[in-house]
């Protein structure tokens, strides 16, 4: 029997999604129901119907407006339409809300879910705005094409503070970092700089980094070495769903995606078309995801209450047909069945494992605003100008393009697909059609200058696709040499 809401009902939006989304999303409002969630729900409509009326971006601007009035999300998974045009939902709101952290705690349940790891306990701190995901895209050739990696200085701190907030709120003891600034010395660089930054705030916990790698596959081999893991946006991307794989199945992991203003929540598997209609679903990891919700909202006591009902259901063997196994499951459900069992189970906990315990937690406060670092003053030292040369010989484009040389401005380096190839570059490196030629000043170069030098270039007949400028700061480049420079 439901008991009595302990609190005003708070807005939230939700959307039933595509494919198995409204079946696993019916299962996990009747378990909140019954646990007594009060909800004020203002239901949406997202996804593939709206995308097929016409919509690219899957929303209708109406479902923006309950969004920024509730500030919270239940979210089933939609199916993105395959084609072009269509923007994938998820990237949009994630963006457009500004939720820039993606919460997902990876949990196994052994001995009652089939596990190679029986100790796993990670929580996968990902950031969720910006690395390549800013969708940058260039083509430079017939041959090259270009996509952008962008971090920011504000958009690490972010992201390392909520990864030590979070440790400290959830009694974790330790936080790793994944990067590959041995590659990526300017971005993963800055990335692993401002966790060291950040975490020299939290004597508390442990902290370390490893290079992604290694680190994903000691993470995929020993996963109980590690707490809470924070990343950029394409390892955690990656890794969440390894990590969520391994624990046990990706049916069984929720998420939170956290903002300053705004928090979606959600099962991190997609719409499983293939299972729609059919009463199979696991509705677990949109159920886990409404948990993180429940806590976000400020009803931890119901949260534990669900999330205690749920690891009894997993204890009584009473599984889906993604989880069941012979011999270790007791009772094949179907989705409906699966949400009745757990709502059976209300107010009961789990007798092996270990119970969840939200009980008294307070709201969690919204992250304070991270201010933009002073500006600092830069110098203009020369620029990167990208060329088509389909001959593909650097030595013949070394010899025409420095006759561009002139007015405090030579060419001193040419790479291909970040490799010097010239001068004095290896016979054997393959060579794109898509050179970048480097010209610098030997002091500081005007704007005047540059110009110029871009005008002689096009003069010699070569058509420029792209220029960077290189700039220093403080008198650090504020670019990358070339491998091999
Ligand atoms: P998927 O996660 O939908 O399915 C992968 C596999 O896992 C399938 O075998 C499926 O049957 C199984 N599975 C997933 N969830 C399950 C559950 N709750 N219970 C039982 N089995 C489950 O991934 P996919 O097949 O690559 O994608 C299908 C659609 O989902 C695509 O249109 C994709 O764009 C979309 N998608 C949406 C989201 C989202 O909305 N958050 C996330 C990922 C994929």
């Known amino acids: ?41 203002d239901t949406i409509e997202i996804g593939e ?8 971006a899957g929303i209708e601007d109406s479902s923006w407006e309950s969004l920024r009035r509730t500030k919270v999300f239940l979210k089933a998974p939609i199916t993105t339409p395959q084609g072009g045009g269509f923007k994938s939902l998820n990237v949009t709101t994630r963006k457009a809300l500004g939720l820039y952290a993606n919460v997902r705690p990876c949990v ?61 709120r959830y009694n974790r003891k330790k936080v790793t970092c994944f990067t590959k600034d041995n590659i990526m010395k300017m971005t993963d660089g800055l990335f692993h700089k401002v966790f060291d930054e950040v975490g020299a705030g939290y004597s508390d916990i442990e902290k370390e980094h490893w290079i992604v790698d290694i680190g994903a596959a000691k993470m995929a081999d020993t996963p109980e070495a590690f707490d809470v893991i924070v990343m950029p946006n394409l390892y955690g991307d990656i890794l969440s769903d390894v990590a969520a794989q391994i624990a046990g199945s990706v049916g069984l992991a929720g998420s939170a995606n956290i903002g300053e203003k ?17 009463n199979l679903a696991n509705p677990s990891g949109l159920l886990l995801g409404a948990v993180l919700m429940l806590v976000h909202i400020g009803q931890p006591e119901i949260a534990e209450r669900v999330h205690n009902a749920w690891l009894k259901t997993m204890e009584d063997g009473v599984h889906t047909y993604d989880i069941f196994r012979e011999g270790v499951s007791k009772e094949k459900v179907g989705t409906k069945e699966f949400g009745e069992a757990v709502v059976a189970r209300l107010g009961k906990k789990p007798e092996t494992l270990n119970s969840a315990s939200y009980a008294g937690r307070p709201v969690d406060e919204a992250p304070k605003p991270v201010a933009l670092a002073p500006r600092q003053e830069s110098e203009l030292v020369g620029i990167d100008a990208y060329v088509e040369w389909p001959s593909g010989v650097p030595a013949t484009l070394a010899s025409e393009v420095v006759k ?21 570059g290896f016979p054997e490196t393959f060579c794109t059609d898509s050179f970048r030629c480097r010209f610098t000043a030997d002091g500081a170069a005007t704007h005047a200058q540059i110009l110029s030098l871009l005008g002689r270039i096009v003069g010699l007949g070569f058509e420029i696709v792209k220029t960077e400028y290189l700039r220093t700061y403080g008198g650090v480049p504020g670019f990358s040499l070339a491998q091999g420079q």
């Not at 083509?139 to 971090?151: A, G, H, Y």
């Not at 561009?404 to 004095?424: E, Q």
């Open 1 to 41: 029997m439901a008991s009595a809401p302990t609190t005003r009902p708070v807005p939230i939006t939700v959307a039933h999604g595509d494919g198995i989304g409204p079946e696993i999303m019916a299962a996990t409002l009747h378990i909140l129901k019954e646990a007594g969630a009060a909800l004020d729900i």
């Open 49 to 56: 119907k709206v995308y097929l009326r016409g919509n690219t």
């Open 108 to 168: 196994s349940y052994h001995p009652f879910v089939k596990t190679k790891h029986p100790k796993m306990d990670v929580v996968i701190v990902r950031e969720n705005e910006e690395d390549c995901y800013a969708g940058i895209e260039y083509r430079l050739s017939t041959n090259v094409v270009q996509t952008l990696k962008l971090i920011s200085r504000p958009g690490c701190e972010k992201i390392c503070r909520y990864a030590f907030e979070y440790a400290r």
């Open 262 to 278: 705004c928090a979606m929540f959600e099962a991190i598997h997609g719409s499983a078309p293939r299972r729609a209609g059919q």
């Open 404 to 424: 561009a040389n002139g007015d405090g401005l030579s060419l001193t380096m040419i790479s291909n697909r970040g490799v010097k190839v010239w001068p004095d």
